[in-house]
């Protein structure tokens, strides 16, 4: 007799379907596993820029191997952190300047 992929597939998910604890432990995983991919989407959107959500979509609809578009956003932080410190530098820089004049 010849044991078809078929019959394999049958065999298993009637087993597992008999077996609650490990249909439970599966389920369990399987959460976690969403859990985790949550996670890693909002990583990569930290990275890429892109909504978190986005990335989630992109990836439900063409897979795994589905890459975020490739802009770069860098973060609103850096700007505003380069204008203080030049700010601070004129500032010093004038106040340097006033007290050799005086």
Do not use: F, H, W
Not at 29 to 42: A, F, Q, T, W
Not at 71 to 85: D, F, G
């Amino acid at each position: 007799m010849k044991v078809t992929k078929s019959d394999i597939k049958r065999i298993l998910i009637e087993e597992i379907e008999r077996d609650e604890e490990l249909l439970s432990a599966i389920k369990s995983l399987i959460r976690k596993i969403e859990g985790l991919d949550i996670s890693v989407d909002y990583l990569a959107a930290s990275i890429t820029g892109e909504d978190p959500m986005s990335l989630g979509s992109i990836q439900r609809s063409l897979g795994r191997g589905a890459r975020p578009p490739t802009r770069r956003v860098e973060p609103s932080y850096k700007q505003e952190l380069e204008e203080a410190i030049r700010e601070e530098i004129e500032a010093m820089l004038n106040e340097k300047e006033a007290r050799s004049d005086g």
